[in-house]
């Protein structure tokens, strides 16, 4: 469910710009293990969404809003950009909670134990958009991850490794993390790092990159 690391020669002699709109390297290495060549330009947008929104369309509405911020910022007209935004979420009687990244220790401790024991949604929207035309082409992937029962002394040893940071839910599955978990379904391995590759690449070939599938 991984991506390759091989880099095949398509990717290497790709010629227009491919943009990922992300600070995160979990992502940057993803794309570059499945052979992709492209540069990074974080998006720095405004993150919140509305209350009642599912997480599926939210990871996509975010994904959506990286994307043209970033587009927004770049002059070649031969790029393309590619957004991301990953969330996790705990069904309740009320509706889906949904966790972001942690503002703090202590937040990621809240996480940690709302996620403890149960089977939550790992979703992850991906967007990619054309620069000539501003053509969008968006989904998203979904993976229930079954996280077994932790201790308080467990999620107080996590949160003081300080894996917690910038990450979905307060935690790291291709960390130390990846011991808490006891199942995947639906959805793939990479999607639960931050970046369902096979998506990805999908989503940009749909709009013509050349290096955009394998």
């Known amino acids: 469910m991984s991506a390759s690391s091989r880099t095949p020669e398509s990717a290497r002699s790709c010629t227009p710009a491919i ?34 929104v599912a997480p599926e369309d939210a990871a996509r509405t975010l994904a959506e809003r ?12 031969d790029a393309f950009v590619l957004g ?21 220790a202590r937040d990621a401790r809240r996480m940690l134990a709302v996620l403890s024991g149960s089977r939550h949604r790992v979703v992850t929207g991906v967007c990619a958009l054309r620069m000539e035309d501003g053509r969008l082409a968006s ?7 079954t996280m077994r029962a932790l ?42 790092v931050g970046l369902p590759v096979a998506l990805a690449l999908e989503l940009l070939s749909r709009l013509g ?4 599938a394998r």
């Open 139 to 145: 989904g998203f992937e979904r993976t229930f991850v």
């Open 151 to 192: 201790s308080s002394r467990e999620i107080d040893d996590y949160v003081a490794s300080g894996e917690w940071r910038d990450k979905a839910g307060g935690y790291a599955i291709q960390e130390s993390a990846d011991r808490f978990v006891t199942r995947l379904e639906e959805g793939g391995y990479d999607n639960v």
């Open 19 to 52: 943009v990922l709109a992300s600070a995160s390297p979990r992502r940057a290495d993803l794309l570059a293990r499945a052979g992709l060549a492209f540069r990074v330009m974080p998006a720095h947008v405004d993150e919140a969404v509305e209350a009642g």
């Open 84 to 104: 991301a935004d990953t969330i996790v979420a705990v069904d309740r009687a009320s509706g889906a909670e949904m966790l972001g990244k942690p503002d703090d």
């Open 66 to 77: 990286k994307a043209r911020a970033v587009a927004a910022r770049l002059s070649e007209r």
């Open 209 to 212: 990159a050349p290096c955009g």
